[in-house]
């Protein structure tokens, strides 16, 4: 199981089939504050349904087949995750990757989010080498983008218009090499 140890208190542990029901929990308990950005309603819809048992042991199962990493954040006083974040869409060939970040509405504003993005950051281009790291943010989360900001993340300006049952507006929000990022966004789009 992989651990980054982001503090002597907080680590990112690699999910895996035993964490289900925590990740699970960790949405469910964070439904309403999740449904502020469109990154989570696939999630949503997933994590609460008859299938969330399924879905969740399916992201253990992308965590052992490699280019995706879901982490769980803990705390070593607590037993449960107090966060997650995951690193998706991870293109070696374009050198850019997509992060998505939830935390705990108990634990936010204690600079848990902060120090968990940057953790991956630096694992995104130190251990799979990438050059460039994206983050796409709803404009109405604003907690998201006070954090990419912190972390060193650039608004790009452009806004983007993405299908998702509905037209939702969507910032990007960039680390690196921004040129690679939108390069590689831009093939999102179109496929």
Request: net charge negative; proline share 2%; charged share 20%.
């Amino acid at each position: 199981m992989e651990i980054l140890e982001i503090t002597e208190d907080l680590t990112l542990r690699l999910i895996n089939e035993e964490d289900a029901e925590n990740y699970i929990t960790l949405v469910y308990e964070n439904s309403e504050i999740l449904k502020v950005d469109y990154n989570f309603g696939f999630l949503l819809d997933k994590m609460l349904s008859d299938y969330c048992w399924a879905y969740a042991e399916g992201v253990a199962k992308l965590n052992t087949e490699g280019g995706y990493y879901n982490y769980l954040l803990y705390h070593s006083s607590l037993s449960t995750p107090i966060g997650n974040i995951s690193i998706h869409n991870v293109l070696p060939k374009h050198g850019t990757c997509q992060v998505t970040f939830l935390i705990d509405d108990d634990f936010t504003n204690k600079g848990f989010a902060t120090a968990m993005l940057q953790k991956v950051v630096s694992f995104c281009l130190d251990n799979l080498k990438l050059k460039g790291v994206y983050a796409a943010i709803s404009p109405a989360n604003k907690a998201a983008q006070k954090i990419v900001n912190k972390v060193g993340f650039k608004k790009n300006s452009q806004h983007v218009e993405v299908v998702d049952k509905s037209f939702q507006a969507v910032d990007y929000y960039v680390f690196g090499e921004q040129s690679t990022i939108l390069l590689f966004a831009s093939q999102l789009l179109e496929s």
